[in-house]
Each structure stands twice: as C-alpha cells, then as structure tokens.
C-alpha cells in the first residue's frame, strides 16, 4: 500500500484526486495546502507518494520538491500544475519529481499518471 | 498585447471546458475595452503578470455558471467557499498554461478572488484589454486579459 500526500492549496483539486485513486493501492495520509505545511506533514507522515501543485503560498512547490527529496530521495513526485512551459517541467524534474501531470486534467489522466509514477 | 495572442487564451479555456463533457463552450467575439471599468459577474479571480510581460489576467463568472463546472467536477458542496476556490482555480489555470505559449519568464501570482463589483479593477495603464466572453450550458463568463506587448 503507498502513503499519499496530496499537496495544493485548492480544496476543489484535492478533493479530487482524493476521489480519483483507488484505495487499494493507495491510502492518504495528509494533505497540505503550501509548501511550508507539506514540509511539516511529509516529516510526520512520510508518505511514498505525493502530488503536488507549484503555485502556492508561502514555499512554492519546486522549493518543497527540492527540501523534501533532500530528506528522502526515494519519494515519487507528481507535480499537478497549470504552468504548462517546458522549463518548469523540467526544472520540477530536475529538482527529483517524478513526473508532471498538467492541468487542467480528467480523472482518467490523473489515475494513469498516479499508476505510472508507482510503477517502477 | 496584440489581437492575435488572444487566440492564446480562446484555445486555453476552450479546452478546460472540453474536460467537462459534450457541452460545447460558446466563445463570443472577443472585444477591446477602452476608458472603461471592466464588467465583473459575481465571483472574479484576479492573476497579476509580471516578468516578461507585465498586466493582469482575470476571469470573472456568474453563480450559475460556477455551480455548473462543480457539478461537472463531481463537486457537491457548492457553498462560498467552493465557488471562491473554483475561481481562483480557473484564473490560475487560464494564466499558467499561457506559458506554454509565453514561456517561464511569464511570471503569475497566486490568485486574489473577491466576490461582486468592487468599487473599480485596476488595469494598467496605456495597456489595451480585451474581453473574451463565455457561454457555457447557457450561464455567463469572461476572461479580461491586460497584457504588455
């Protein structure tokens, strides 16, 4: 089973991915609305999982991406963003994510991004 | 910014609502505002551009049209909060995948969302805005976009 933390600070998207993975794979065990918060929870739940917005307030999420995969560089990483330029996809790459799921996105798109980062 | 780039935008939301199903989003033609304050409907979100290019993107829509593409989402709670979310989210969305076509150095801030007509939407100033109205399941929106060229 893979500990998911979904990171972003709309409820609206949280909420959604919350009702797109399937809880036999998956079990949340935190979600955060900032960078600063994500880096809190990832600390106290070390999920193996995490999707994560970039624009945010307080820690943007390629600064949440690059503290987090200093303290565990096994976590997998799917940064769900609109900013849809090539430069931060491969910036959040980069930095240790995993993989990039742009939004805005079906529920069939986010299933298939979240069962190809566990893959591996 | 020039009309051309507008295109930008039209394809953007026109394919955030085509996440959503067969209803077809009707986009009108997209107009110049000039010395006017810009119409709000009842929730708007505001994106401010800096970077490359400086000026503001915002998309402003009725109730109606945001309890919509709730339901769409699966999104039962409809309540204030939701709609201010859902607002923000959309105006966060326009702006972020205009950098597809603009590139990293077109910096956006995070969303500000209010609710009715404020007293007045600074533009900036000897900057062109166009309105690109929206229609979707028959309820009303518009992007304004105020952009450097």
Redesign the interface.
Known sequence: MHKLMIVD?????R??IQ?AYDSGQFMLVATATSGVSALEKFNTHRPNVITMDL???EMDGLECIEKIIAIDPEVRILVV????????GIEALSLGASGFL?????EEELVEALYELVQD | MKEQKLQVFVDIIS??FG?FGEDELVVDTPYLLENKQPQVHDYTGVIGISGAKKGVVYFTATTPLLSRI?DS???SDQGE??LI??T??VA??????A??E???M?H?S?PIVFKGAPQSIILPKNERSFIIPVTWQHQLGEIVVCLQD
Do not use: H, Q, W
């Open positions: 600070d709309s409820n609206i998207i909420n959604r009702r624009t945010m307030p963003s609109a900013l849809s330029d090539k430069a931060t742009c939004k805005p996105f079906s | 394919n955030y996440l709730l989402m699966g999104e909060d939701n979310d859902l923000g989210e966060n969305t326009i702006s972020g995948n950098r597809k603009f590139g990293s077109f956006i995070v």
